[in-house]
């Protein structure tokens, strides 16, 4: 079972790695860091409004404990000391009040700027954190276009391979059908396979059909040269019979002289 969940936790491991992007990645957590900077800004202004509504507390109370000192000291010019002891032991309630929320305010100032401080450090932080992020964004892109170019000149690229792989087999099939067309044409030379449209013959065939028909055409031209050998002889006859006959005539034709 160790074995079983080492090995399935390695696997997972090797996919989890395949599967993960850098840049994704440094996105995913400069917003988070975004989000951690925006929740301490909320605690800021979430301590202010204490602070401010604190604030507003004292001087109401001090504004009540003025009036009651006022109140006291007209109660003993009118010579009501019972209602001078009243307003000033209210007053002295006050106090202890007003002296309580400066404690208090004191506090929440400190924790003010104490988270002011945390969130400019952090401001700084995720500045930091994304002028780098960008930086190894784009060094880590560059990176992987210079990978892809690469295995795509070397041809060790998927898809690059499965070119290579489609051409390797067009042209063993370009191969394979040239030497069948070629061992084809062979049988059927050699006479080792029939053709029925009759227009392929054997080596032996196609000699004898050449000698016969050179000897063909010798026989046609030697007929011809005899044709216009005896029609040149009987044409010199001819033409020989047709000058004696005119001279011929010529003699028995009468002159008439002119008298």
């Not at 917003?31 to 605690?43: A, D, F, I, S, T």
């Not at 109140?71 to 000391?81: C, D, I, M």
């Amino acid at each position: 079972m160790k074995r079983m969940g080492m090995i399935f936790r390695a696997k997972a491991n090797k996919a989890l790695d395949r599967a993960e992007d850098p840049r994704e990645t440094l996105d995913y957590s400069y917003q988070k860091q975004l989000e951690l900077l925006q929740k301490v800004r909320r605690g800021v202004a979430d301590v202010a409004t204490s602070r401010k509504r604190l604030e507003l507390q004292l001087n109401q109370l001090n504004g009540q404990s003025g009036k009651l000192e006022e109140q006291s000291k007209k109660a003993l010019a009118l010579g009501r000391e019972d209602l001078a002891r009243e307003a000033l032991g209210r007053r002295a309630n006050l106090q202890q009040q007003v002296t309580d929320l400066q404690t208090q305010h004191q506090t929440l100032q400190g924790e003010e700027e104490k988270l002011t401080l945390a969130a400019q450090r952090l401001q700084a932080k995720v500045d930091a954190f994304r002028t780098k992020k960008e930086t190894i964004k784009a060094t880590y892109t560059a990176a992987q276009a210079q990978t892809q170019i690469g295995e795509a000149f070397s041809g060790i690229s998927e898809e690059m391979g499965d070119v290579g792989m489609a051409i390797q087999r067009a042209e063993d099939k370009t191969a394979q059908l040239q030497a069948r067309s070629g061992a084809i044409d062979e049988l059927l030379a050699s006479g080792a396979l029939d053709d029925p449209t009759g227009t392929a013959r054997d080596d032996l065939s196609a000699e004898l059909d050449r000698i016969s028909g050179g000897a063909d055409v010798e026989l046609e031209i030697e007929r011809m040269k005899a044709e216009l050998a005896g029609g040149s002889g009987s044409g010199q006859q001819a033409l020989e019979g047709g000058s004696g006959s005119t001279q011929q005539q010529s003699q028995e034709t009468p002159r008439f002289d002119k008298q």
